[in-house]
Every structure is written in C-alpha cells, then in structure tokens.
C-alpha cells in the first residue's frame, strides 16, 4: 500500500509542479494557454519516468552499462 501512495504522489507532483511553472510562465510572459499547456505535458512525462524508475521498470542508467 505504500508503494501505491509513493507512485501515485510522484505522478501527481509531476504534474501539479509541470502545471505551476507554466502557469507562472504564462503570467509573465502572457502567452496564456501555451505555457500551462507545455509544461503539463512536460510534467506528466517526468512523472510517468519517475513512477517507471520507482516501480523498477527502468534501470538506472548506471545498471544499464
């Protein structure tokens, strides 16, 4: 169970902190939506990499060599 609770927080944060700078990037620079946008989508993709990491599905690229 706290193995679920670390992924699904991990995937979340990713998410939350992608969509905070790009809020905070769009308030800036007023390109309202496209930065809320982009770095959602950048977070959602670090939060999916580290969830895999965590769960063990990559290895680490010092295992890797």
């Known amino acids: 169970m706290a ?4 992924l699904s ?3 979340v944060a ?4 992608g969509a ?3 809020w905070g990037f769009d308030r800036l620079l007023s390109t309202s939506p496209w930065g809320l946008i982009v770095f959602s989508l ?3 993709t670090a939060g999916v990499i580290n969830v895999m990491r ?3 599905v990559m290895a680490k690229q010092s295992e890797r060599l």
Not at 3 to 6: A, M, V
Not at 14 to 17: A, E
């Open 3 to 6: 193995l679920g609770f670390r």
């Open 9 to 11: 927080s991990e995937l």
């Open 14 to 17: 990713g998410v939350l902190g």
């Open 20 to 22: 905070a700078l790009g």
């Open 42 to 44: 950048l977070g959602f």
């Open 54 to 56: 965590a769960a063990g």
